[in-house]
């Protein structure tokens, strides 16, 4: 038969698990989540370290929003681990535009890479127009590395960002364009990677590049397309404020 306890029993009782139940939170920390694994905190330390160099998201239009088609036989499209440097284009279509009109002009580069070229898509990541508004280009996810078919040797681990127009020498780049410009590369980038103003390492996988295939080729982090490849894109003018641009995202990611 159990007999009931004493008052100084059922403390000693009480203390004694307060006791165990501190030396364990003491060894197993917080709330170990299910099943006794360690839970990951998705606000930690070295989130947030991450998050504080990464710039807001910009408004981006989607494909859907400016009639992009879809090839019926394109493959699905492929991902790289993360973004590490952002090429700037330009589409060498004539400037001085509409930025209504903007959405037909994506549609005549998208059946021009799609059809033409035989990408299957258009080949840039994002287009940004001279009103500052910034497009979808090719497919995937505009939050993921998709890879583009924009420069040859170096899609993968890049974004392609391509100016509507043409800035050749003596040209005028918009600063809405420059500005959004910034903006979308100080959120695609690897915000645990380098500096916008910085230089990065990135193997070569094409001997049509300015590099042959396997080269380890440093470049800017934010370039133009002649930095990879043997091509005037995109042209002196937009190739000039490369450095604004760089400034400008790394202000964005708080560096």
């Known amino acids: 038969m159990r007999l009931p306890q004493t008052r100084g029993a059922r403390a000693a009782t009480s ?59 394109a493959p699905a499209a492929r991902y790289a681990p993360t973004v590490r440097a952002a090429v700037v284009h330009h589409t060498s279509t004539p400037n001085g535009y509409d930025c209504a ?9 998208y059946a021009g890479h799609a059809h033409g070229r035989d990408w299957d898509d258009i080949g840039y990541n994002f287009l940004v127009d001279a009103c500052g508004t910034i497009y979808e280009g090719r497919a995937g996810g505009v939050d993921r590395a998709v890879v583009g078919a924009h420069t ?18 003596g040209v005028r780049v918009p600063e809405p ?18 500096d916008p ?3 990065v390492t990135l193997v070569s996988t094409s001997g049509e ?29 937009l ?12 202000r964005l990611q708080r560096r």
């Open 15 to 73: 203390l004694t698990v307060l006791g165990v139940l501190v030396t364990a939170n003491l060894v197993l920390g917080p709330s170990s989540g299910p099943r006794g694994h360690g839970a990951v905190d998705p606000g930690g330390a070295a989130s947030q370290r991450a998050a504080r160099h990464q710039g807001p998201r910009p408004v981006i239009v989607t494909r859907a929003a400016w009639g992009a088609q879809t090839v019926s036989t």
């Open 197 to 199: 103003r910085g230089t």
């Open 239 to 250: 190739y000039a404020r490369l450095p604004d641009i760089s400034a400008r995202a790394a």
């Open 177 to 194: 364009m420059i500005d959004a410009i910034a903006r979308l590369v100080a959120w695609k980038l690897d915000p645990s990677g380098a």
């Open 152 to 169: 040859k040797g170096f899609n993968e681990g890049t974004v392609g960002i391509a100016a509507i127009g043409t800035f050749s020498q």
């Open 209 to 237: 590049s300015r590099f042959p295939e396997g080269t380890a080729a440093v470049l800017p982090v934010v370039g133009g397309h002649t930095d990879g490849y043997a091509t005037r894109c995109p042209g002196a003018a």
């Open 101 to 109: 009109s903007v959405p037909a002009t994506l549609r005549d580069l």
